[in-house]
């Protein structure tokens, strides 16, 4: 058999799917509808329905996190750029084999030697550089395992091609876009499911390769499922964070009815027997109203006006209001909702069944709004759509998208299963305090599960609550060992703060080498005086803004406590200042930040670090040796504030340098090697820190406040 073989390089690649938000969801290698995109728009034509065999291989130097700016179409939005933190595959090389009927593989040949335009992989930035275009004579071939051969690049593997091919890893299964469905507008992909397998996977059994020996994975088109299957099973696919989400929902759900969840899950989906799906609406209310008694009592009790209290805006709108504003389930001004206002709660368990009857009325509601279309699901890319995503479906992320449509891609069609289930992400997420968060795991949907459970499980005092997230964070630490680096990477944690009835921050956190390792070394010696602020210190970790800065509003609100008197806590920032104004005094245990920062910044100058704190503190005693140089103490750390805020280096030393003189002492030779450009934040804050610390002894110390900077 001959194929085309074709070798290109791109500087930078960028792989995403429509809910790759905040970089989510990226593909360590272009999906086979980029590269297929890449060969047309090489032919300057559209497709016409046919197709070919594709394999798609390739490697990186290096993967890059780094915020891509959108423009916004802003509507009276105060933001008009978006950034969007995105995985950047760092000079990619890619290595693709076509096979198809001699005629189009000529025209395909021709048209990659000498393209019409200039070609572009998505998301990348530089253009494509074809290297190579060449016919290679491919042999089947039989390896035993002892024979194996080992991947030179990262490669797809279709599910279907691993009947017949041995692996010595378990590979990464995606779902990836195919060739077109249809030609004609709104495009639609098909889908096939493939495996990532990671260069140096060892490989057997039934390969092509081509005549310099590399392997050949020829993707082709699936034959559909058949209607059988189809009639008896409901199939979900976890593919995204947000289906994800909705699938561990459901999950919770069933387990509540004690049901045997195992069973319906395999990798990333979720296959429910028909009987079981009709029932889900009901199972969904019964979960919903598990422990509503109490709920439902307390907030009669407080109800001034009785004739205005509603149970079901009590327990099914509190639960997925936020989430869904305005559908059938949560538009109080539904009729099935209306009609149970002013109920008596006298006997409860009626009050229940009125509740879960209205819940299903609004499922009946939402089965009966349909909209005539021929698209197929974007989210199980099987059934036939009945709607298009929009903000009552998902309103956090969905709400955004209407407002910056252009952004993102074109209306997204949903079957009325997959719509239905996307009510469940709610259940998914763990809620506290006005915020939700879920972790992902992408390639494993009971994993996914069992970790939000771990975040889920309930009545937990407010200081666990702490515990448990890092527990969860441990946990992904130790599926280092089991699973590819690539997935580590890629596992997320997914954090959505509701700011206003339908807005929504969205923010996603993964944990790289580096934070991981900063976590490993440090996590334990996080001040527990600070403890009220810790989520704004993980807020600063997931957009990556620097610990300096926390570490600067913290000893702001300590020092300049006055001014900050009358500040209310309604930013992440005030309430970090706040935090720095009810220290009561300075410790040793805020050096925590900056070694955390400096493990994140790859500089561990750990003894700078100490020493500089052990000179602040110094000098701070022999300034409080008199009365004159005590009064003078105070101004000199304002300035030195002010220096940092400034980021003048120069300002700071000349500061020092008159601070020694005062107390007629030289300044320390180690500043002068210490304050280049890397060190000077670490030292300066340490330093500050000194300055303003307070001697405690040991035991009273660690009864105050927990945490001391002397961890290794
Ligand atoms: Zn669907």
Same mark, same amino acid.
């Not at 017949?164 to 709104?186: A, M, R, V, W």
């Not at 992400?425 to 879920?438: C, E, Q, T």
């Given at each position: 058999m001959e194929c085309l073989r074709v070798k290109l390089y791109t500087p930078t690649g960028i792989f995403k799917n429509p809910l790759s938000i905040k970089g989510i969801e990226v593909y360590p290698l272009p999906p086979y509808s980029t590269v297929i995109g890449l060969i047309y728009r090489a032919m300057g034509r559209k497709w016409n329905g046919e197709y070919f065999g594709i394999s798609v291989q390739g490697d990186y130097q290096a993967i890059y996190r780094d915020y891509v700016w959108f423009r916004g179409d802003s509507l009276g939005d105060k933001e008009d750029k978006l950034p969007l933190q995105v995985p950047?595959?760092?000079?990619?090389?890619?290595?693709?084999?076509?096979?198809?009927?001699?005629?189009?593989?000529?025209?395909?040949?021709?048209?990659?030697?000498?393209?019409?335009?200039?070609?572009?992989?998505?998301?990348?930035?530089?253009? /494509?550089?074809?290297?190579?275009?060449?016919?290679?004579? %491919?042999?089947?071939?039989?390896?035993?395992?002892?024979? %194996?051969?080992?991947?030179?690049?990262?490669?797809?593997?279709?599910?279907?091609?691993?009947?017949?091919? &041995? *692996?010595?890893?378990?590979?990464?299964?995606?779902?990836?876009?195919?060739?077109?469905?249809?030609?004609?507008? $709104?495009? @639609?992909?098909?889908?096939?499911?493939?495996?990532?397998?990671?260069?140096? *996977?060892?490989?057997?059994?039934?390969?092509?390769?081509?005549?310099?020996?590399?392997?050949?994975?020829?993707?082709? $088109? /699936?034959?559909?499922?058949?209607?059988? #299957?189809?009639?008896?099973?409901?199939?979900?696919?976890?593919?995204?964070?947000?289906?994800?989400?909705? %699938?561990?929902?459901?999950?919770?759900?069933?387990?509540?009815?004690?049901?045997?969840?195992?069973?319906? /899950?395999?990798?990333?989906?979720? @296959?429910?027997?028909?009987?079981?799906?009709?029932?889900?609406?009901?199972?969904?209310?019964?979960?919903?109203?598990?422990?509503?008694?109490? *709920?439902?009592? #307390?907030?009669?009790?407080?109800?001034?006006?009785?004739?205005?209290?509603?149970?079901?805006?009590?327990?099914?709108?509190?639960?997925?209001?936020?989430?869904?504003?305005?559908?059938?389930? @949560?538009?109080?001004?539904?009729?099935?909702i209306t009609k149970l206002k002013g109920v008596s709660i006298e006997d409860i368990n009626q009050v229940k069944n009125q509740v879960k009857s209205s819940f299903i009325e609004g499922y009946e509601y939402f089965l009966s709004k349909a909209v005539e279309t021929s698209q197929t699901c974007f989210f199980c890319h099987e059934r036939q759509a009945k709607n298009f995503v929009d903000a009552t479906n998902f309103t956090p992320l969905f709400a955004s998208i209407e407002k910056r449509r252009n952004l993102f891609w074109d209306l997204m069609p949903i079957c009325k299963e997959c719509e239905f289930l996307?009510?469940?992400?709610?259940?998914?997420?763990?809620?506290?305090? &006005?915020?939700?968060?879920?972790?992902?795991? $992408?390639?494993?949907?009971?994993e996914t599960y069992r970790m939000n459970m771990v975040l889920s499980t309930k009545e937990e005092i407010e200081q666990e609550k702490l515990g448990k997230v890092w527990s969860v964070v441990k946990y992904v630490l130790d599926l280092e060992k089991q699973k590819s680096s690539w997935v580590l990477q890629n596992i997320y944690f997914v954090e959505i703060e509701m700011v206003g009835d339908a807005t929504a921050n969205i923010y996603s956190f993964h944990i790289s080498p580096n934070l991981a390792k900063a976590i490993r070394k440090f996590i334990d010696h996080y001040p527990k005086n600070l403890e009220d602020i810790f989520s704004e210190f993980l807020f600063y970790i997931y957009i990556g803004r620097s610990l300096y800065e926390f570490l600067f509003l913290l000893l702001s609100g300590f020092i300049r406590k006055e001014s900050y008197k009358n500040l209310k806590d309604t930013t992440i920032d005030a309430r970090i200042i706040r935090a720095g104004r009810n220290m009561r005094y300075i410790s040793p245990n805020l050096l925590f930040f900056i070694n955390f920062q400096e493990v994140l910044n790859m500089n561990e100058q750990k003894n700078y670090i100490n020493w500089a704190f052990g000179a602040g503190r110094a000098l701070k005693k022999l300034y409080n040796e008199n009365e004159r140089t005590q009064k003078k103490l105070e101004p000199l750390t304002y300035r030195l504030l002010e220096a940092l805020r400034r980021k003048d280096k120069e300002y700071f030393i000349h500061n020092l340098i008159r601070a020694y003189l005062e107390v007629e002492k030289e300044i320390p030779y180690l500043f002068k090697e210490a304050l280049d450009e890397k060190n000077f934040s670490p030292i300066a804050y340490a330093f500050l820190i000194g300055l303003n610390s307070e001697e405690k002894n040991k035991t009273e110390e660690a009864n105050d406040e927990g945490g001391t900077s002397e961890s290794t």
């Open positions: 950047i595959l760092y000079s990619l090389e890619l290595l693709v084999h076509v096979k198809a009927e001699n005629g189009l593989l000529e025209y395909i040949e021709r048209a990659l030697k000498e393209p019409k335009e200039l070609l572009f992989l998505s998301g990348g930035e530089y253009p /494509v550089k074809v290297q190579e275009v060449k016919r290679v004579k %491919c042999l089947e071939k039989f390896l035993s395992e002892e024979n %194996c051969i080992k991947l030179n690049y990262n490669a797809y593997i279709q599910r279907e091609l691993l009947e017949n091919i &041995g *692996t010595s890893d378990k590979g990464i299964l995606f779902s990836i876009s195919y060739f077109y469905k249809n030609s004609q507008k $709104p495009k @639609t992909y098909s889908w096939v499911d493939a495996y990532y397998f990671q260069k140096g *996977t060892e490989i057997y059994g039934s390969l092509i390769l081509d005549e310099d020996n590399n392997p050949v994975f020829l993707a082709e $088109p /699936v034959v559909e499922e058949s209607k059988r #299957a189809e009639e008896e099973y409901v199939r979900f696919y976890a593919g995204n964070w947000l289906m994800a989400s909705a %699938c561990v929902g459901a999950l919770k759900v069933l387990e509540n009815a004690q049901e045997d969840i195992k069973k319906y /899950v395999e990798e990333r989906s979720l @296959t429910l027997p028909k009987e079981l799906w009709q029932r889900l609406p009901e199972l969904y209310a019964e979960y919903l109203l598990k422990d509503a008694e109490h *709920t439902l009592r #307390a907030s009669y009790e407080k109800e001034k006006d009785k004739s205005k209290f509603n149970p079901y805006n009590v327990i099914i709108l509190r639960s997925l209001g936020d989430f869904y504003e305005n559908s059938p389930f @949560t538009n109080p001004a539904l009729r099935y996307l009510y469940f992400a709610s259940a998914g997420f763990y809620r506290s305090a &006005g915020k939700y968060l879920f972790v992902y795991i $992408p390639d494993d949907l009971l």
